[in-house]
């Protein structure tokens, strides 16, 4: 099929779906839920199924991550989602103004129509449904845009929608490139990119050519600051978990440490014997997960070259299995400690297994570095709830934070999930993701009573008597 015909094809069904949603008006809780309901059983009924395509697609993934770190995250979604659906979609009545008594104002949330989606790699299948079951709880009709570098993937998910779904009611659109640039440019009600701070500007330009609001989840160099005398198992279990699982392939990974310059040493003994006993067959554990391509693959191994050739310290964990079939692209566990802040090691978004170290002397130094770069979408700390912690939270501004954890605030559904400037922009999960897919109608109801009514022309005493009691009288004030 030509780019042409893609284009012809994505466009008809946009139009489809549209022409569905004002012939049938907006959905009621009953059929929300029930959508919702139907999601949730094609997930479970496609499960094996989804597991073997996301690992033919990476030459290796793990099962049992693809099941934690995916489908019980797109299910407890679903679960939640259909849980608070209810009061979500309830009116919310709004204060009043004294001078307008005698009348009502409310809130209304209403579908916003159809909700294109384009999602990445690294995530192939929570990516893609969560912000469709999101899409779904908020009334609306989808399109999604899964990606191609995760083919296999990609086309599981279409026929498990397909048969879920109508094309009026969710939509798969497969290709490449060239056919997600033609799908940002659609005239949508509203459109959700996850992906990289370099595309994502693409897809806002080639959206706003039709001022179709936008939430942006991207990423960038999300740091992990571990508190003086800190290193410890539950600090660097968390840590080593956050960097690995995926191998690193994770928007919200921790992409570099700031270890406190007393715990340096230690932090790289602990850190090392932890990778050795998460993967005790190194990095031909059959939970270890390969890097998703040769260019990217290539990108990350130049990325540690460079670091190697400018002086860093470079500690790899085990050696590579590359004789093993679809090993090939498995990066080791690697550990780049004082690389310069030039370096494209400390510059890029890593996604891989690499984990950078540099280390700071006071948080105010550790505050000031994270602050003196890009915002990023997640920041970690490890140490006690103290002044020290205060003051990071205070003074530094992330998408989310976690403290003595990592990872884990992306699974809290009532928590907001989003960026903030490179980053990303609007954020999904909870109600913020159903309001950022809704639309909040504004609705007052003049009563019987209408006093405003009264203060038309010609104006006189009533007009006079009106203004005074709103605005008030002019105060002066003698020193």
Known sequence: MTLDEDSTRMADLLHRQRHAFLHDGPPGLPLRKARLARLRAAVLAHREAIKDAVSADFGNRSRHETDIMELACVVQAIDYLSSHLRRFMKRERRHVHFFYRAARAYVEYQPLGVVGVMAPWN???SLTLVPLATALAAGNRAMLKPSELTPRTSEALRHMLAEAFSEEEVAVVLGGPEVGAAFSALPFDHLLF??????????????SDNLVPVTL????????IVACGHVNDRTVQSLVYGKLSNAGQTCVAPDYA?????????????????????????????????????RHYDR??????????????????????????????????TLVVNAGDEAPLMQEEIFGPILPVRTYG?????????????????????????GDCARLLARTTSGNVGINNTLMHVAQDDLPFGG??????????G?????????????????????????????GKLADMAISFTLGKNKTSSQ
């Open 123 to 125: 995530y192939p299948i």
């Open 258 to 294: 700031l270890v406190h310059e007393d715990d340096l040493e230690a932090f790289i003994a602990r850190y090392t014997a932890t990778v050795q006993r998460f993967y005790p067959d190194g990095p031909a554990s059959p939970d270890y997960t390969t890097i998703i391509s040769d």
């Open 431 to 459: 109600i913020e993701g159903f309001r950022a897919m809704s639309h909040a109608k504004g609705v007052f109801v003049q009563g019987r009573w209408n006093f405003p009514g009264l203060l038309h022309a010609p104006f």
């Open 217 to 224: 989840e991207l990423g960038g160099k999300s740091p992990a």
């Open 194 to 207: 996850t992906g990289s701070t370099q595309v994502g500007r693409k897809v806002m330009r080639a959206a």
């Open 300 to 333: 990350l191994r130049g990325l540690v070259d460079d670091a190697r050739r400018n002086g860093a310290r470079v500690i790899e964990v085990g050696e590579r299995p590359a004789h093993l079939p679809g090993r090939e692209r498995t990066l080791v566990p």
């Open 362 to 386: 006071s948080i105010d130094k550790a505050i000031a570095y994270v602050n003196a770069r890009p915002r990023p979408l997640a920041l970690y700390y490890f140490g006690a709830e103290d």
């Open 420 to 429: 903030v400037g490179p980053s990303g922009m609007g954020a999904y999960h």
